[in-house]
C-alpha cells in the first residue's frame, strides 16, 4: 500500500514537472522496486516528531521523503568519492622509557659453570628481562632538631637554627603531603575523605576535617596569584572560554545546594589558563574577567558575553563548531537521518584540521589548507543545511540545531580566515574534564568560599596540563616558594611553564 502510495504521488509530481525534473521523478519510481522492505518507513519518518503531531501524512510527503532519501544517498556516495580517506590517528606512545632503570646481574654458581670438557666457561654477554616494579609511598615524621648556641663568658647572645617554613603554621603538614592532596582532589578527583583512607594504610590516621583544613590553606595562598594571572591572560591574542557546573553546597539555599559555575580561560590555545568561581550563570561574572580585552574572544553562543562585542573598537568574536555538529549529532541520535548529512560533511572538514596536524603545518599552511579544501565543503555544507530547513520543524532537534547553526554561522565560519583560530573550543572542553569528574565523585565543593580556592588550584594544575609539567613536583616546589613569601613581582615567576623550564635547563 504504502509503494502504490508513493508512485500515485510521484506519477501526479511527473505530470507537473518539465525537463530534467521530469527524468528524476521518472527514475524514482523505477528505483521503488529496489528498495522492499524500506519503504515501509517512509510512512513512520513523514509523521515523526519533527512534522505535525497529527498520524495523516499532508498530500505528497510520501513522494518527497523518499525522493530527499534518494539524494542523501547519492550526496553521501559522491562524498565519499572525492574526499580522501581520514588520515589514520597515531598510536599513543608510552613514556616507560622515561623511568629510571636498576639493573640487577643473575650470574650463575661455578658448578653451573665447569664444561663437561672440564674447563670453566666465560661470560659472553647478557640478555635482558624488565618489568615494572611498584613500590608503595612511604610516611615518615622529619624531625628537624633546631640547634641553639650561647657565648659562654658573658652568658648571652643566644642564638638558635630556623626550621624550614611551613605552608600551613602550627601544623606538621609538608609541602609534600600537601601537593599529594592537591593533586589527589584537584588532578585526579579523589575526594578528601578517601585520601585520608590511603593515608591510614600507611600509618598515618589523619581526620578528614584536618585535611580540608591544610586544603583550604593551600588555597588561599594560591589565591593571591590569580590577579597575575589573568594580567598574563589578558596579553594573550586569543582568549577561549567555556564553563561547567559546580554545584556548591550552601545551607542558606533552598536544597542547601547552590548551582554554582566553573569559568575556564584559556590563551593562545595552550599558552596559559585561568579559572575563576561564580555562585551563578550571570553573564557579569565573564565580562569582569575578560573587560578591557580586545583580542579575538572564542567561545559558543553564550549570550551573558555579548555585551563585550559592542561599542568602539570590540574584540572579535568566534564560534565553536563543537557545539554546532553536536547539535546535528543529537538529532540524528534521536532518528532524524537528514542530520547524518551534516555531521558527515562536519567529519570532511576536520579531516582537513587532522591533516594539518600530521603534517605539522605552519600557521600559513593551515590557512592555504582551509582555504583550498575546507572553504568548498563549507560552502557545501550552507546549501545541504538550507535545503534540509525547507521542511524541519522549528521545536525538533533538528530545527533547533539549524537556527542556533544560522544564528552562530558568522562566527562559526571565521576560522576559515583566521590561522591561529581553532575549529572549535574543544581544547577548553578537555581542560574541563577533570571538573566534571570531580563533580561526579565529590557532589559538590563545601561552600561558596571554597569555589575561589579550588579555581585558583586548579588554575595551577591545568597549566601543568598545558606544559607538561609533573603537577606533584611543581606544587611541592610552589608550596616551598610560598611558605618562603614571595613579592606580588615575582608572581609569575612561579608559574609552572617557568618552573618546567628551570627545570630543563637545570
Known sequence: MVSANIVKELAAMSDRAEGHDKDVLQHAITLLEQYGSQLKDFKWLASQRFRSSSEKVAPGQLAMTFIEHLLSQASTTSAAKEEPKKPSREKRKGKISALPVKSVDKTLGDDELRCECGAQKEPMGFDTSKRIVYEPSKLFVLEERLWKYACRPCGDGVVKATSTPKLVDGSMASSSLLAHLIVSKVVDSVPLERVGKQLSRHKADIAPSTLCDWFAQAGREVMMLQSHIRHELLTSKLISLDDTPLPTKNLEHV????????????????????????????????????????????????????????????????????????????????????????????????????????????????????????????????????????????????????????????????????????????????????????????????????????????????????????????????????????????????????????????
Open 255 to 506: 536544597n542547601n545546594i547552590q548551582r554554582g559555575r566553573l569559568w575556564l580561560y584559556v590563551g593562545d590555545v595552550d599558552r596559559i589558563a585561568y579559572c575563576s568561581f561564580s555562585e551563578d550563570w550571570k553573564g557579569k561574572h565573564p565580562r569582569s574577567i575578560l573587560e578591557g580585552f580586545r583580542g579575538d574572544i572564542q567561545g559558543d553562543g553564550y549570550g551573558g558575553i555579548s555585551a563585550l562585542f559592542t561599542g568602539a573598537d570590540p574584540p572579535n568574536r568566534f564560534g565553536c563548531n563543537d557545539h554546532a555538529r553536536r547539535k546535528f549529532y543529537e538529532a540524528f541520535k534521536l532518528g532524524d537521518s537528514r542530520a547524518d548529512e551534516i555531521v558527515a560533511l562536519y567529519g570532511h572538514i576536520y579531516a582537513v584540521e587532522r591533516d594539518a596536524v600530521t603534517r605539522n603545518a605552519t600557521p600559513a599552511e593551515r590557512l592555504a589548507l582551509r582555504q583550498q579544501r575546507s572553504s568548498p565543503l563549507w560552502k557545501e555544507l550552507e546549501d545541504r543545511i538550507d535545503v534540509i530547513a525547507t521542511n524541519a520543524a522549528l521545536k525538533g532537534p533538528l530545527g533547533k540545531a539549524i537556527t542556533y547553526w544560522r544564528k552562530q554561522q558568522p562566527t562559526l565560519r571565521a576560522f576559515l580566515e583566521h590561522s591561529h583560530v581553532p575549529i572549535s573550543n574543544a581544547h577548553v572542553e578537555r581542560l574541563l574534564r577533570t571538573v566534571a569528574l570531580m563533580r561526579k565523585n565529590a557532589l559538590f565543593v563545601g561552600s561558596l568560599d571554597a569555589g575561589p580556592r579550588y579555581a585558583a588550584l586548579l588554575t595551577m594544575a591545568l597549566n601543568c596540563a598545558l606544559c607538561g609539567a609533573n603537577p606533584f613536583d611543581y606544587f611541592t616546589w610552589l608550596f616551598d616558594r610560598l611558605a618562603e613569601g614571595i613579592k606580588a613581582k615575582d608572581a609569575l615567576n612561579v608559574m609552572p611553564q617557568i618552573w618546567l623550564r628551570q627545570q630543563q635547563a637545570a
